[in-house]
Nanobody
Framework: QVQLVESGGGLVQAGGSLRLSCRDS????????MGWFRQAAGKEREFVAA????????DYADSVRGRFTISRDNDKSTVYLQMNRLKLEDTAVYYC???????????????????WGQGTQVTVSS
């Protein structure tokens, strides 16, 4: 049973940094592609970043490329999202997501992701 729990959200000034964490207590973490999505108020959920099983391959949305870094620690069953040079438009609820065990695509379509955390709020202020 996949259980994703995010932490690390909060309020930060523009230009600052935050690191989000997501731990999977289900026991199959190393066999799953992991990702982060976000949803701003009044907008649809959008892809942020994804990482493959062992962390050797990752992908990012154009809006965060060069500022955000996704990483994972399979020994801790945890995926991270390091967010630097935050902008006002990064304000959103951030969701951790996992694909079905064995699926390998770093898909940008949220419908291809089967498991979701409860979300953590990130608010960037001016």
């Amino acid at each position: 049973q996949v259980q994703l729990v995010e932490s690390g959200g909060g309020l930060v000034q523009a230009g600052g940094s935050l690191r989000l964490s997501c731990r999977d207590s289900g026991g199959t973490f190393s066999s799953r592609v992991m990702g982060w999505f976000r949803q701003a108020a009044g907008k649809e959920r959008e892809f942020v970043a994804a990482i493959n099983f062992v962390g050797g391959s990752s992908d990012y949305a154009d809006s965060v490329r060069g500022r955000f870094t996704i990483s994972r620690d399979n020994d801790k069953s945890t995926v991270y999202l390091q967010m630097n040079r935050l902008k006002l438009e990064d304000t959103a609820v951030y969701y951790c997501a996992a694909r079905q065990a064995g699926d390998w695509g770093l898909d940008h379509d949220s419908r291809e992701w089967q498991h979701w955390g409860q979300g953590t709020q990130v608010t960037v202020s001016s």
